[in-house]
């Protein structure tokens, strides 16, 4: 019984000498705040958007930065993640992004009581590194469309689509590199988006 005993205090002290595996360092990368403003200076547009989320491609739901090599093969980067959930963070930014541009009242992510609200909901398509072939820099691949609407009940309920999409090369094969082409894809999709927006958009506070 007694030696039973030592060789199983043996192997429990074993065992925690032994190294443990490290779970890799894990880096968290963002993205600008694209300025959002009106084609024109004037006076905010006198109604609140209400920026939505719609579908948002399975792949890309989580928090870690997607890459796609080839037509098929999806995987994420290796200890590098954005600093929430995707579909989240966009919509944070676009938020911030109109917010910024000061061409609107009120942005927000819900309607607001007593006020003439806009929803603008966005679809995630796209929003990963591509990698075609071996030796090419790799690309930053940002599609999102978008349907603006107006809520209240009165009006007639028109519908304006919205849509864009940009690929940009990184400038190298790094980390830095690649979340540069995707700040500039972002902020050209989401100008886009902005201008699209705004062109639908009453200048004059609507009746209601």
Same mark, same amino acid.
């Given at each position: 019984m007694r030696l039973l005993i030592l060789l199983s205090l043996l192997f429990m002290t074993a065992a925690c000498s032994l190294p443990q595996a490290k779970a890799p360092a894990m880096t968290t990368y963002r993205l600008g705040v694209p300025t959002l403003a009106p +084609?024109?200076?004037?006076? +905010?547009? +006198?109604?609140?958007?209400v920026v939505d989320l719609g579908y948002v491609a399975p792949e890309i739901q989580g928090q870690g930065i997607v890459i796609q090599q080839g037509d098929l093969r999806q995987d994420e980067v290796a200890g590098a993640r954005w600093p929430a959930p995707l579909p989240a963070y966009v919509k944070q930014q676009l938020i911030r992004g109109f917010v910024d541009g000061g061409g609107l009242r009120m942005v927000d992510d819900a309607p607001v009581a007593g006020a003439v609200n806009y929803r603008l909901r966005i679809t995630i398509l796209d929003f990963q590194i591509v990698e075609d072939a071996a030796g090419k820099p790799p690309r930053a691949h940002v599609r999102i469309?978008?349907?603006?609407?107006? @809520?209240? %009940?009165?009006?007639?309920?028109? %519908?304006? /689509?919205?849509?864009? %999409?940009? @690929?940009? +090369?990184? %400038? =190298?094969?790094?980390?830095? =590199?690649?979340?540069?082409?995707?700040?500039?894809?972002? /902020?050209?999709?989401?100008?886009?988006? /902005?201008?699209?927006t705004f062109s639908a958009l009453p200048a004059e506070l609507p009746s209601r």
């Open positions: +084609p024109s200076s004037g006076s +905010p547009r +006198p109604l609140t958007l469309q978008a349907v603006l609407q107006r @809520l209240d %009940e009165v009006a007639p309920h028109s %519908e304006t /689509a919205i849509g864009a %999409e940009a @690929l940009v +090369p990184a %400038e =190298a094969r790094r980390m830095s =590199a690649i979340i540069s082409a995707f700040d500039k894809a972002f /902020a050209e999709v989401a100008e886009r988006i /902005a201008q699209a």
